[in-house]
């Protein structure tokens, strides 16, 4: 039997080790995408995944080799970039924007000029692209998504942000975290999971007035008067020290003042989806905690701090995000009240959401089909 030609795959913007579970998730769900693509195109992978920090890995993969790397090392990290047959660039999802300052799109511009000059192909697997607040930025992500072998993005808003020749060139798919497996847990009746983000809670970075810490404990407040049973789920789990990232020290911490379950410190995206799977309900402010949620089957509100929530659900037709720059706590609680009302029908929506899921899927799947039948 002949054996398979195997190509050489290096991903930046991926993770299998942070303590960001969505950027997790979206790696899982790109091996998983890209594992079905070489089945079909009849040639088999190695992927490299090019990583800060390795420490506390979460994956055991013979086919995925975690390597770390300094981002800001431009030419060497060129030299490494040249030896794949093809770079996936995923940005960490929402990356290609300006929105977190100046600095961090900087040092996602030195991974993205290692990949240009590394020679190599690459792809811009599904991801937000914008909003941008500065022309250079906007011209950087213009030239760079031109350049890409292929590109697509996880919402149509995206576009907007774009030159036309770039609206034309990305393909509008869904977020690769909707299609991470996991283990489907058992439903617990009127038990409703809350995601609280860290991020939001310390820091009014980006949200500026918006009073988040009251409005997490009105609802906290209000659902236990209604006699549901709550959990607090992180999704940015960081056990040995309090950064203003974290949700996992800021859950804790509301669990003890309310009396709640104790919150349990995920190990994995999938350890997480798997957990989240068993609510009558969710709520969350971390787009892929609501993300897991969502595709786990369970009525979902997603409390938006950015455009990007809105994007990638309405793009599967789940028009149930609120924006918190925009929705008070009252109307929070009330939309809180009026889902819960409305269970299910949110569980028909959700059938029809998972199929719609199910199609992007596919379409993506197929562009690396066709483009591991060039290499």
Known sequence: MKNKKVISIGFVGHSFCGENLG?????FGELQAITKACETAGVDYQVTCYETSVQHPYLDDKKVML?????????ANARMFSKHDIMFDMGGGDSFSDIYGAKLYIVQMFIKMAVILSGTPYVLPPQTYGPFKRWWARWFGNFYIQKSEIAFARDAISSHCLNKGNQKKVKVVTDLGLTMSYEPRPKLSKTIGFNVSGLLYNSNALLGDVPYKEICHEVIQHLISKGYQLCLVPHVVITDRDLVDNDYFVCCQLSEKYGLDKVVAFKSPKEAKSFISQFDFFIGSRMHATIAAVSSGVPTLPLAYSR??????????YHYTLDLKEATSEQIIGKIDEMLS??????RILTTVQRQIDDFTETYVQGLVDLFKKL
């Open 23 to 27: 950027v997790g998730a979206l790696g």
């Open 67 to 75: 390597q770390e790397f300094n981002l800001k090392k431009i030419l």
């Open 308 to 317: 990007k929530f809105k994007g990638v659900f309405d793009n599967v037709n």
């Open 342 to 347: 409305r269970k299910e029908e949110l569980h």
